[in-house]
C-alpha cells in the first residue's frame, strides 16, 4: 500500500528566515507529486506539481520554491519566509490521468 | 481558467436529515473530485464521478454531474454526527492541475 509522509507536522518561523518541507511517498513508482497552500479556513490552492524526477512546474508564484531530487521525494522552501506564507502546506500523490490525489497529513507553518 | 464553486459556503443540519451540496465550473472537464477535510487534516477522496457517469452512489453519497450546465452536486443521505466536515468539488482541468472550490462547511447535530 501506498503511503504518503510530510515532515515536520508543524513550524513557527520567523519573517526572513528560510524554510524547507518535505514530502515522501512509499509504494509507488513515478507518481505524480503536487504542493497545496490552505489558509486558515480558506480553500486548498495548488503550488506546484511534477511528473517526473528534476522536472517541476510552477501554478501559482508565492515566493516558494520545488524540488524533485528523487522520484519519490517532493521539497517545498523558501530562502525568506513572509507573514503571508502562513498557512497548511499539503503533498499529494496521483497516477496521472484524471486518477485521484492522495493528500499527506499536512504541515501547519505559522510565520512570525 | 477553471474552478469549482459550491453554491453554498455553509450549512447547519439536524442527524437523520438529507443534504445536497452544489457545484459549477466555468470551463470544460470531463472529471469532477469531492473530497471531505476534517478539522487539521488533509483532503480525503469520497467520491470521483467522470463525464460517462452522471451519477454516482458510495453508501449515503451521491454525485451527480451535468457537463451540459457545468455543474455537479453531492448529496448526503440520513447525515450522521461524523459527516461533519468540509466539503470541496475539485474539476479535473487535466494538466496535472487539479483547482479546488470554497468548500462548503457542513455541520450535522444530534
Known amino acids: 500500500a501506498q503511503t504518503i509522509h510530510q515532515w515536520p507536522v508543524a513550524e513557527i518561523k520567523a519573517v526572513g528566515s528560510p524554510l524547507s518541507l518535505g514530502c515522501t511517498i512509499k509504494g509507488k513508482s513515478s507518481p505524480n507529486l503536487y504542493w497545496y497552500w490552505q489558509a486558515t479556513g480558506g480553500t486548498l490552492q495548488q503550488l506546484f506539481y511534477?511528473?517526473?524526477?528534476?522536472?517541476v512546474e510552477s501554478v501559482v508564484q508565492l515566493n516558494l520554491s520545488a524540488s524533485r531530487p528523487k522520484d519519490d521525494q517532493f521539497i517545498l522552501s523558501t530562502e525568506k519566509l513572509l507573514l503571508s506564507h502562513s498557512g497548511f502546506y499539503l503533498c499529494?500523490?496521483?497516477?496521472?490521468?484524471?486518477?485521484?490525489?492522495?493528500f499527506g497529513s499536512g504541515t501547519r507553518l505559522l510565520v512570525i | 481558467s477553471q474552478w469549482g464553486e459550491e453554491n453554498l459556503q455553509a450549512l447547519s443540519i439536524q442527524e437523520g436529515e438529507d443534504v445536497t451540496m452544489n457545484c459549477s465550473y466555468k470551463t470544460y472537464t470531463t472529471v469532477v473530485h469531492w473530497y471531505r477535510q476534517d478539522s487539521g487534516r488533509g483532503p480525503a477522496l469520497i467520491i470521483l464521478?467522470?463525464?460517462?457517469?452522471r451519477e454516482k452512489r458510495s453508501g449515503r453519497l451521491r454525485a451527480t454531474l451535468d457537463t451540459s450546465s457545468q455543474s455537479s452536486s453531492l448529496s448526503i443521505t440520513a447525515a450522521q454526527c461524523e459527516d461533519t466536515a468540509v466539503y470541496f468539488c475539485?474539476?479535473?482541468?487535466?494538466?496535472?492541475?487539479?483547482?479546488f472550490g470554497k468548500g462548503t462547511v457542513l455541520l450535522v447535530s444530534p
Open positions: 475539485a474539476p479535473d482541468s487535466g494538466y496535472n492541475k487539479l483547482t
Open positions: 464521478i467522470r463525464s460517462n457517469e
Open positions: 511534477s511528473i517526473t524526477v528534476g522536472q
Open positions: 499529494a500523490w496521483s497516477q496521472g490521468g484524471d486518477s485521484d490525489y492522495t
